[in-house]
């Protein structure tokens, strides 16, 4: 995968956690889901930033942003089998996928 699709990718994964955990907040009220969304969301935008730029660190920062979703929701999914933390499951491996794979392609 080139450069450019990993960033639209990053500002995608960015954009999609931030709003869901912005829209948990609007529904329920839940301070630490708009927390954590704007948390990964914003580690997605500076990887996908950092990508754009060319600066270096940007598939890493996307990757970190990938594991911590990941490490918080995939557990809850499994435990509760609730639809949110599923599909934030699925977002975080996806990342992990995609980011880890361009990680690896690095070293």
């Known amino acids: 995968?080139?450069?450019?699709?990993?960033?639209?990718?990053?500002?995608?994964?960015?954009a999609l956690t931030a709003g869901g955990g912005t829209m948990g907040y609007v529904k329920t009220g839940?301070?630490?889901s708009v927390a954590a969304g704007w948390t990964v969301g914003i580690l997605y935008?500076?990887?996908g930033y950092r990508l754009l730029?060319?600066?270096?660190?940007?598939?890493e920062?996307?990757?970190?942003?990938?594991v911590v979703l990941g490490g918080a929701s995939i557990p809850r999914a499994l435990r509760s089998g609730k639809p949110v933390p599923t599909v934030l499951s699925l977002i975080s491996v996806f990342?992990?996928?995609?980011?880890g794979n361009a990680y690896r392609k690095t070293l």
């Open 1 to 14: 995968m080139h450069i450019g699709a990993l960033e639209t990718i990053a500002f995608i994964l960015g």
């Open 53 to 59: 730029s060319r600066q270096t660190y940007g598939v």
């Open 95 to 99: 990342g992990l996928l995609v980011f």
């Open 45 to 47: 935008g500076l990887g």
């Open 61 to 66: 920062f996307a990757l970190l942003a990938s």
């Open 30 to 32: 839940s301070l630490p």
